[in-house]
Each structure stands twice: as structure tokens, then as C-alpha cells.
């Protein structure tokens, strides 16, 4: 089932964002539900999130509840962080990086240090409230950015899967 990073950078340029291959895997592997779930709920999530930092910076109230917010919405990106990697090994046979997501985990790496670096900031204590907040704002920023990929990916393979419908006989291949 392991596919090789050339095997995956050659289907994807070729063929698609999916070979009929990796489509197939994709819908039968468990994580794709696990991940159609997560990752609108990690937006509503974020969506509260930034409500309540952006009211506390601007009153300095409820700074329990927008860092608890945050807490929650760290979680939630490494529980989608993992699902997503296990989702990727079941389609691509590689956790991350795969060809056809190199950029999107790229930059899912930058949006995990930053979340990660506002844990440290709230539990080592490290940062004042507000500078914490704003850290909190710029992780939110970045995550934006990356839902834009995912959505923008999510896209292709729908136009991806059309097209295939559209010509049969040319096995997936785009024009």
C-alpha cells in the first residue's frame, strides 16, 4: 500500500489531485469523515475563539475564557493535525508531505508552532496578557490562510472528480 513521494508527484501532476487509486482509498479510509467533521467544527471553534480575544483585549474581561477558547481550539487543530496525517497515510502512503499536499502541511507546520507557542506563552507564563492575545490572533491569521488551501484543494478534487465523470475514458486526466 506504500506509494513512493515520485509515485505521488507524478499522479497528482499528471492525473489530477487523485489517481482513481488514491480516490478509492480516499473514500474508504475512516479519516475522511474524522476530517470532514473536525475541520468545520476547528472553524466554529476559532470563529467563538477570536470573538472572545478580541472582547478581551478590548475590555481586559473574560481573559480566562478567551485563553480556555484558545486551549480548546490547540487541541482541536492537533487532533486534526494526527487524523489529517493518518488520512494522508491511508490515500498517499506517507503521513505528511505527500505531492498533492506538500504546501498545505507546510504551512500547517507554521500554524502548529504558533498555536503551540501560545501554550507555552499562557502556561510557562511567559507573555502578558495582551501580547498573548495578540499571539493568539496571529495563529488565528495563519490558520485562516491554511483553511484557504484546504478549501481551494477541496475545490480541485471536486472539479477533479467532474471532469472524470465527464470523460470516463480518459482515466482521470485533465485537459
Known amino acids: 500500500m506504500a506509494r513512493s513521494v515520485s509515485d505521488s508527484r507524478a499522479t497528482s501532476s499528471s492525473v489530477g489531485l487523485y489517481t482513481p487509486e488514491q480516490r478509492q482509498r480516499r473514500d474508504a479510509s475512516r479519516w475522511t469523515l474524522v476530517q470532514g467533521v473536525l475541520a468545520p467544527?476547528?472553524?466554529?471553534?476559532?470563529?467563538?475563539?477570536?470573538?472572545?480575544?478580541?472582547?478581551?483585549?478590548?475590555?481586559?474581561?473574560?481573559?480566562?475564557?478567551?485563553?480556555?477558547?484558545?486551549?480548546?481550539?490547540?487541541?482541536?487543530?492537533?487532533?486534526?493535525?494526527?487524523?489529517?496525517?493518518?488520512?494522508?497515510?491511508?490515500?498517499?502512503?506517507?503521513?505528511?508531505?505527500?505531492?498533492?499536499?506538500?504546501?498545505?502541511?507546510v504551512v500547517s507546520m507554521g500554524v502548529i508552532a504558533l498555536h503551540t507557542a501560545y501554550l507555552v506563552a499562557l502556561l510557562g507564563n511567559l507573555l502578558p496578557t495582551e501580547p498573548r492575545l495578540v499571539l493568539a490572533l496571529v495563529a488565528y491569521a495563519a490558520y485562516g490562510v491554511n483553511a484557504i488551501q484546504f478549501l481551494?484543494?477541496?475545490?480541485?478534487?471536486?472539479?477533479?472528480?467532474?471532469?472524470?465523470?465527464?470523460?470516463?475514458?480518459?482515466?482521470?486526466?485533465?485537459?
Open 41 to 105: 467544527l476547528q472553524f466554529l471553534v476559532m470563529l467563538g475563539s477570536a470573538a472572545l480575544v478580541f472582547y478581551s483585549l478590548g475590555t481586559g474581561q473574560a481573559v480566562f475564557w478567551a485563553d480556555a477558547s484558545v486551549v480548546l481550539k490547540t487541541l482541536l487543530l492537533y487532533t486534526i493535525m494526527v487524523t489529517g496525517a493518518l488520512w494522508e497515510r491511508d490515500v498517499f502512503g506517507q503521513y505528511l508531505f505527500a505531492h498533492a499536499f506538500f504546501w498545505e502541511d
Open 152 to 175: 481551494l484543494k477541496l475545490r480541485r478534487a471536486r472539479l477533479d472528480a467532474r471532469r472524470t465523470a465527464v470523460l470516463p475514458d480518459a482515466g482521470g486526466a485533465t485537459a
